[in-house]
């Protein structure tokens, strides 16, 4: 597989689940994001990490939980999540956040659906 | 008043047409600024990338940025129905990927055949 992929693509929970949204990068980059696509809203940042490390919490509820075990693989843990939480979450990659301008490369998506 | 402004649409228009598609911004530090084309049940994929204010051309698109209006555009020259997609602007501040990319809520272009 190439670029970034995302796992599973669509997904329907619970309020009192607990799910786990995964992402792989195959590009040998050193930063993996999420980010929260909401309809008629902009993408949202929800957490950065750089070669493994997060930098980045964009004041996101403690009910999503990031993991970032090494630079290729990213997961994103949900539980009890509210029926607002609903959106497409993307997974996204770049070579060095420090440079500026950073182009980053997206996967697929999730599409999440909270009953 | 928000980061980046960007016209929801749908915007529709004949195949072979011009399109102009349009953002602004309010914070000045920005410096990077690209565009991305999202399809249908996809995630978004870098089309143009500009760095300060200038044009930039690649085929049928053209990006523009003008800092001092702090106001960025995309021109697609001869529109295809394959052109139909939503259209992200998106930018960042010098040494700021970190931050990761300020968006705006992107526009829906639908070219008809």
């Known amino acids: 597989e190439t670029g970034v992929t995302q796992t599973p693509r669509h997904l329907v929970m619970g309020m009192t689940n607990k799910k786990s949204l995964k992402c792989e990068q195959h590009?040998?980059?050193?930063?993996m994001y999420w980010y929260k696509q909401s309809a008629k809203k902009p993408l949202e940042l929800m957490f950065v990490?750089?070669?493994?490390?997060?930098?980045e919490n964009n004041s996101v509820p403690s009910r999503f939980s990031p993991e970032c075990p090494n630079s290729s693989h990213l997961f994103l843990h949900l539980h009890t999540l509210q029926p607002e939480d609903s959106a497409l979450y993307l997974c996204a990659s770049s070579q060095d956040p420090s440079a500026g301008g950073e182009t980053q490369y997206f996967g697929p998506g999730t599409r999440l659906l909270v009953l | 008043q928000k980061e980046v402004e960007q016209d929801p649409g749908p915007l529709s228009v004949p195949e072979g047409a011009i399109v102009s598609l349009n953002c602004t911004y309010s914070?000045?530090?920005?410096?990077?600024f690209m565009w991305y084309r999202q399809y249908s049940r996809k995630g978004p994929e870098l089309l143009m990338y500009t760095y300060s204010s200038g044009n930039k051309e690649d085929g049928r698109f053209t990006a523009q940025v003008d800092k001092s209006s702090k106001y960025i555009s995309l021109f697609i020259r001869d529109s295809q129905p394959s052109d139909s997609a939503t259209y992200l602007c998106a930018m960042s501040a010098a040494g700021g990927g970190a931050d990761g990319l300020t968006f705006g809520k992107g526009t829906h272009l639908i070219i008809q055949p």
């Open positions: 590009l040998g980059h050193n930063a």
């Open positions: 914070n000045s530090a920005f410096q990077y």
């Open positions: 990490y750089n070669f493994k490390e997060q930098t």
